[in-house]
């Protein structure tokens, strides 16, 4: 990633955007995003929450879509290379500020359902529509162009997620109840559960990965110690194995981690930023 573009100040764009919201851009840039950290630089828990939730939401969601082509742009193909192809190393700021602001409020669920769909859409905006290839790539920090590279991105992402609704999360009692009856043995560990209480209904295909709430999706686990470990394979590790594999995730927080659990992610190692910095 160009030093131009180090974590703290992306994380600066991504929280004034988030707090302004796209409407509200005033240029030039440096000083949208200074005018941000001045009237947040005292931001409550339950703020401070909500913008690391959100921040997240987003990363992980393009992380799953893009992998290491988050945030680089992508050229329609031609009589060489009829495939296409992504720009090799070249950040862009202006498809970052666009995939965050859209994407950090859509339920994974809902997202993860149309991911590929999701994607399309992307793609098809960096290669067909001229109104937003100029917008990311021509006087990127001018109102109009903010405005309409955001307007594109959002209507297309809205057209293709309107027909995926976001699923409930939580399975009934009733179903919970007879899953034990049936077997009382946890699909992850396939340990005997003793009790009904301390049993809890898992989603076979992962809820965050488009998995929907329904009996065909439904297996019974033992509810302590596998609230991460369901999305490992199921049945393929012990309890104490798979969390020996599982990394804490620390964003905004100064903790040294990865944020997608591991030195391969796209995002770099270290995030150490606070809400209170500023842009000098």
């Not at 590929?116 to 960096?126: K, N, P, T």
């Amino acid at each position: 990633m160009p030093k131009l573009f180090c974590v703290s100040s992306l994380v600066l764009r991504f929280a004034a955007f988030f707090h302004a919201t796209y409407l509200k851009y005033q240029p030039p840039m440096r000083k949208f995003f200074n005018k941000d950290m001045e009237q947040f630089q005292h931001l409550s828990e339950s703020e401070a929450d909500e913008l690391r939730g959100e921040f997240k939401n987003a990363l992980q969601i393009v992380k799953s879509l893009f992998g290491v082509n988050a945030f680089k742009r992508f050229y329609g193909g031609d009589s060489e290379n009829p495939n296409g192809a992504w720009e090799g190393k070249k950040f862009n700021a202006s498809l970052y500020d666009v995939m965050m602001g859209v994407l950090c409020d859509k339920p994974k669920n809902q997202v993860y359902a149309a991911l590929d769909l999701v994607r399309e859409a992307f793609i098809d905006l960096m290669v067909s529509n001229k109104e937003f290839i100029d917008a990311i790539l021509l006087g990127t920090s001018a109102q109009k162009r903010v405005r309409k590279r955001f307007d594109l991105a959002r209507s297309a992402i809205d057209e293709v997620l309107k027909h995926h609704k976001p699923q409930p999360r939580c399975f009934t009692l009733n179903l919970k109840k007879e899953l034990f009856a049936a077997n009382a043995t946890c699909a992850i560990c396939d340990q005997h559960i003793h009790q009904i209480d301390d049993s809890a209904v898992d989603h076979i295909r992962q809820y965050w990965q488009g998995g929907k709430t329904i009996p065909e999706n439904a297996d019974i686990a033992i509810v302590r110690g596998h609230v991460v470990i369901s999305r490992q394979p199921r049945g393929a590790c012990s309890t104490l194995a798979a969390m020996t594999k599982v990394k804490a995730v620390g964003i905004l927080t100064g903790e040294d981690t990865w944020l997608f659990g591991g030195p391969q992610s796209f995002w770099p190692r270290g995030i150490n930023v606070h809400v209170r910095a500023s842009i000098v």
